[in-house]
């Protein structure tokens, strides 16, 4: 009987223990976490270059958001975890806690209805990649006419772009933004609408596929860092002010030119002058 009480108060005990930290972790802001463990938790996509980029020779994580995440974690006093996801999955991701930041998002509305999102970390200047042969772009009013063919990414930041800047444009939606530049290939369509950072790799690449212009006026695209929706600001505030640190001191820049340089073959002379991150 009494081996009977004892066993049943450390069972007691011990649940109430469990109880006690499950209740602490449910309280505890992403910051709290960070700052506990001393491990910042980011989300990586493969095949994702310039942005991620995995070295499967070394086993290692390359880009502008794994070096990014390098420095917001020795801000933070922590190292970094690297948890593979997908643009799809990461909004989920965030929300179900298993990644603290995500680097590289776009803050659409339906975004902002499920995360929270950092200061402008850069801006990503938007482009087109017209056929070879097709007479120069100057404005964006010159592609607006319905003998234009346009091609985009279905629900990218081109997709949005295009729909407001392009109105009496003939545009192709396509499932991605291959496949969207296939289209350009195979001459079923005139230009692509696409964001500079992935235009220049893609003609460092295939450079005889056709050419990029700079309509005016230059318009951007603003990319941020996602993180989970929260009433406590703490994290978000520490990174919007390694972000201030970080862009004054010209690291964004360093960051970007760097990793298009050794990951995409981009020289860094070959940006457009309009081009401004």
Not at 51 to 56: G, M, P, R
Not at 131 to 136: H, I, R, W
Not at 205 to 213: A, Q, S
Request: glycine share 6%; proline share 5%.
């Amino acid at each position: 009987m009494t081996v009977s009480r004892t066993l049943f108060r450390s069972l007691a005990v011990a649940g109430s223990l469990l109880l006690t930290q499950a209740a602490m972790a449910q309280d505890e802001t992403t910051l709290q976490r960070v700052e506990r463990t001393k491990v910042l938790r980011i989300g990586v996509i493969s095949g994702a270059t310039p942005y991620f980029h995995k070295d499967l020779v070394r086993n290692e994580w390359q880009g502008f958001g794994p070096d990014f995440a390098e420095g917001l974690a020795t801000k933070l006093g922590a190292k970094v975890e690297r948890v593979e996801t997908t643009w799809g999955n990461a909004v989920m991701d965030l929300q179900a806690n298993k990644i603290d930041v995500m680097f590289g998002m776009g803050p659409t509305p339906a975004r902002r209805e499920m995360i929270d999102f950092s200061d402008v970390l850069f801006n990503n200047t938007l482009t087109v990649v017209c056929k070879k042969g097709y007479p120069e772009v100057k404005t964006w009013e010159q592609l607006n006419d319905p003998k234009v063919k346009i091609v985009v990414d279905v629900g990218s930041n081109q997709d949005q772009f295009a729909t407001k800047t392009l109105p009496k444009a003939s545009i192709s939606r396509l499932e991605s933004s291959g496949a969207a530049t296939m289209a350009i290939q195979t001459g079923r369509a005139d230009c692509q609408v696409l964001m500079v950072l992935l235009a220049q790799p893609l003609l460092a690449k295939r450079p005889d596929m056709g050419k990029m212009f700079v309509p005016e006026p230059v318009s951007t695209s603003t990319v941020h860092i996602g993180l989970r929706k929260s009433a406590n600001k703490d994290l978000e505030n520490k990174v919007n002010a390694w972000i201030k640190e970080t862009r004054a001191a010209g690291d964004v820049q360093k960051v970007i030119v760097h990793n298009m340089e050794k990951l995409a073959g981009v020289k860094p002379e070959s940006f457009p002058k309009q081009v401004k991150f």
